[in-house]
T-cell receptor
Framework: KNEVEQSPQNLTAQEGEFITINCSYSVGISALHWLQQHPGGGIVSLFMLSSGKKKHGRLIATINIQEKHSSLHITASHPRDSAVYICAVSLGDMRFGAGTRLTVKP | SQTIHQWPATLVQPVGSPLSLECTVEGTSNPNLYWYRQAAGRGLQLLFYSVGIGQISSEVPQNLSASRPQDRQFILSSKKLLLSDSGFYLC??????????FGSGTRLTVV
């Protein structure tokens, strides 16, 4: 079993929809990261969380340490949000989820 | 401010040829450095990490090696590439805490 599990693997949405991507982990962590990988492969760090909730523009990330679960929400989704979203946890080094491929259609 | 440089962005190499990917960090001292690989359709996997000059730890046995000749330089190498070495290679650094900064990645295609 992977240490970091993401769902769904693939997600297609219409522009404007509210999107949720989930991440569960099975190990003790110092922080959880949400990353965005664009089609060319480059990775951008969206959030680093150790508790609670963070918001940046239309993106919201939450984490529940007791339940070992985090969610990434995108409000008013747009085609430019199309990317692979990766959950990762820090335990000294990083362990990554397999990613969620999001496609937002106009 | 701290920055990380990784090059080249893309690389096409024939089977059996050598490989050298370089990653350098600016604006910090004694960073922890990492090489990750993302094979097609799979998640990122840690290949090597280094906590100091000349100190390399390998997570998985493979056809690759890593070196850290200087504090802020991390090199990924192979003497003879295999088709299975194709993938996306990502360098990252951290200051030992939870925060990580990623390079822009190298897409390697072995033909």
């Amino acid at each position: 079993k992977n240490e970091v599990e993401q769902s769904p693997q693939n997600l297609t949405a219409q522009e404007g929809e509210f999107i949720t991507i989930n991440c569960s982990y099975s190990v003790g962590i110092s922080a959880l990261h949400w990353l965005q990988q664009h089609p060319g492969g480059g990775i951008v760090s969206l959030f680093m969380l150790s508790s609670g909730k963070k918001k940046h523009g239309r993106l919201i990330a939450t984490i529940n340490i007791q339940e070992k679960h985090s969610s990434l929400h995108i409000t008013a989704s747009h085609p430019r949000d199309s990317a692979v979203y990766i959950c990762a946890v820090s335990l000294g080094d990083m362990r990554f989820g397999a990613g969620t491929r999001l496609t937002v259609k106009p | 401010s701290q920055t990380i440089h990784q090059w080249p962005a893309t690389l096409v190499q024939p089977v059996g040829s050598p490989l050298s990917l370089e990653c350098t960090v600016e604006g910090t001292s004694n960073p922890n450095l990492y090489w990750y690989r993302q094979a097609a359709g799979r998640g990122l996997q840690l290949l090597f990490y280094s906590v100091g000059i000349g100190q390399i730890s390998s997570e998985v046995p493979q056809n690759l090696s890593a070196s850290r000749p200087q504090d802020r330089q991390f090199i990924l190498s192979s003497k003879k590439l295999l088709l299975s070495d194709s993938g996306f290679y990502l360098c990252a650094w951290s200051a030992g805490g939870a925060g990580y900064t990623f390079g822009s990645g190298t897409r390697l295609t072995v033909v």
